[in-house]
């Protein structure tokens, strides 16, 4: 099993561009979530799903859109990066959204928007 | 917003040392993860607790769930090079949805030979 998977590992983009982070998980499982991390900020959740077609938003969505038309991937899309978005990202998946299951979270991207 | 406060935000410590690294909040946790980060990957679960008052041990690292399931700590006994990464602790509260994770912003730990 090769776990949830994030491609690029790196990525550079102008202010203004578009650009789509993928994920995918290879593990079944119905819950994918997407986090940011910024120094001295832990991890904050931008957008999570339940399970093929719910998305729902998190604690900073503004900026950033989700689809999931299939139980493996969970891509995220950024219309038009700012240099705020500069961070690294993070998706996760567990196999419920329960209080006690162990999300499995991807090798990370880590963005840059000048 | 819930906020979830680790402390100390760094530490720095000689291998064999002893350390306990805490994680706080004003609201009560329906359970609480703690995961260890290294540089370059992603979060990996240690422990989840659940319950108040709840001790867990994890060969050299012991975790306590608080009375009032609002806080909770990390203890390592004689602390390993190994043991280095970012230490975060991420809660499920008691009001608020089940599939939402708050985390703390991390202790950065480094054991030096």
């Known amino acids: 099993n090769a776990g949830v998977t994030q491609t690029p590992k790196f990525q550079v983009l102008k202010t203004g561009q578009s650009m789509t982070l993928q994920c995918a998980q290879d593990m079944n499982h119905e819950y994918m979530s997407w986090y940011r991390q910024d120094p001295g900020m832990g991890l904050r959740l931008i957008h999570y799903?339940?399970?093929?077609?719910?998305?729902d938003q998190g604690e900073v969505p503004n900026g950033y859109n989700v689809s999931r038309s299939t139980t493996e991937d969970f891509p995220l899309r950024l219309l038009s990066a700012a240099p705020s978005q500069t961070s690294v990202y993070f998706c996760?998946?567990?196999?419920?959204?329960?209080?006690?299951?162990?999300?499995?979270f991807g090798p990370g991207t880590r963005l840059t928007v000048l | 917003t819930q906020l979830l406060e680790q402390s100390p935000q760094f530490l720095s410590i000689q291998e064999g040392e002893n350390l306990t690294v805490y994680c706080n909040s004003s609201?009560?946790?329906?359970?609480l993860q703690w995961y260890r980060q290294e540089p370059g990957e992603g979060p990996v679960l240690l422990v989840t607790?659940?319950?108040?008052?709840e001790v867990k041990k994890l060969k050299r690292l012991t975790f306590q769930f608080g009375d009032a399931r609002k806080d909770s700590s990390l203890h390592i006994t004689a602390a390993q090079p190994g043991d280095t990464g970012l230490y975060l602790c991420a809660g499920n509260y008691a009001s608020g949805s089940a599939r939402q994770l708050t985390f703390g912003s991390g202790t950065q730990l480094t054991v030096l030979p």
């Open positions: 799903s339940v399970g093929a077609g719910i998305t």
């Open positions: 609201s009560v946790f329906s359970s």
């Open positions: 996760a998946s567990s196999s419920t959204g329960g209080w006690y299951n162990e999300q499995f």
């Open positions: 607790v659940v319950t108040g008052g």
